[in-house]
């Protein structure tokens, strides 16, 4: 069976895991009810480790860069936190060492190191855990080694859901994206399994597969089959964006368009009369374009894109097998 179903961004046309065609993106979740974990079985009792553990759903970010979150998930980030009461945690794969305005590579990795603090606290999120790969080479970097860090996390946190990078990434040009989404995808299943580092169990910690995998609409033609309506966290959604002044499109663009037009003896009034103002009317104006254009679709201010998967396959054969179980089970008479 095909897992991955690709579609065309413009195409309203898309398709299920079966392959079923679907008329329109389904927001997730129904409107007024909150985030529920979709993985309500799994223990979730706290293990080894000092972690300050609560038995609530959990989510786990892993981002490769630090503006990757506030970009394609900071609504929905916060709305897990605060109406799911999500306990949410951060992994980050790389330094962020290319991605700065400083010549110093130091300084690059400590600005963004600060800035994905700030981003984190914004959004309620519990704790960064910072892997430190090289920025842009995580495709040189030891996939097992990878990985085994990642089953680490996930056994110790043991979320019931993850959110990153579609490991399947068409159209993704950035190694350290797919390298993460792939490292993500086979860790949550391995994390799961009981002869995979056996130190771990040894440690005190049980196996435990991530279930629920929300990943990112990174680029145009990557597939989604759920919208989450954001609208009432557009203002975390520019905070979060306008955090990162280090790196991406977003945070200072709009103090240096503001510098660039002064220079030029020319300004535009929507700007402001400060950096902040400016930075703030361009995140709003030009980032969050893309989820107004699919909120409107919806009825929504401003939306953000995931294709959901879980194991509901698993979960079909599981009952499926329970059922017949108890259909022709009968006594067994002694001879
Ligand atoms: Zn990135």
Not at 2 to 17: F, G, K, L, N, P
Not at 31 to 40: I, L, N
Not at 73 to 100: F, I, S
Not at 250 to 278: F, K, W
């Amino acid at each position: 069976m095909t897992i991955w179903q690709y579609t065309d961004a413009e195409s309203d046309v898309r398709v299920d895991r079966a392959g079923a065609p679907m008329s329109g993106l389904p927001e997730w979740p129904a409107p007024g009810r909150p985030f529920t974990a979709p993985t309500e079985r799994q223990d979730r009792a706290p293990r080894a480790g000092r972690l300050d553990r609560r038995e609530v759903p959990t989510l786990v970010v892993v981002q490769a860069h630090a503006d990757d979150l506030a970009f394609l998930g900071a609504g929905t980030v916060a709305r897990m936190v605060r109406e799911g009461g999500y306990d949410a945690y951060l992994v980050q794969t790389t330094n962020d060492d290319k991605c700065g305005p400083t010549a110093s590579v130091g300084e690059t990795v400590l600005a963004n190191e600060r800035e994905t603090e700030a981003v984190a606290s914004l959004l309620g999120i519990r704790r960064t855990f910072n892997l430190g790969y090289v920025n842009h080479f995580l495709d040189t970097v030891s996939v097992a080694e990878l990985r085994a860090r990642l089953v680490f996390l996930f056994r110790l946190l043991r979320p019931d859901v993850v959110m990153t990078f579609n490991p399947a990434h068409p159209a993704e040009q950035n190694p350290d994206h797919w390298v993460t989404g792939q490292a993500v995808e086979a860790a949550r299943w391995m994390a799961g399994l009981d002869k995979d580092y056996p130190e771990h169990l040894a440690a005190g910690l049980a196996p435990h597969v991530v279930r629920g995998r929300m990943y990112w609409v990174a680029r145009a033609g990557q597939a989604m089959n759920r919208v989450v309506d954001v609208s009432d966290y557009l203002e975390t959604k520019v905070e979060a964006l306008a955090a990162h002044q280090a790196q991406g499109t977003a945070g200072s663009t709009g103090r240096r368009l503001r510098a660039t037009l002064a220079a030029q003896g020319r300004h535009i009034p929507a700007l402001g009369h400060d950096d902040e103002s400016a930075d703030r009317t361009y995140v709003r104006r030009f980032m969050l374009a893309p989820g107004a254009d699919l909120g409107a679709r919806y009825g929504m201010a401003c939306a953000e894109p995931f294709l959901y998967l879980d194991d509901a396959d698993a979960d079909a054969h599981e009952a499926s097998v329970a059922a017949w179980v108890e259909a022709n089970a009968v006594p067994t008479v002694a001879p």
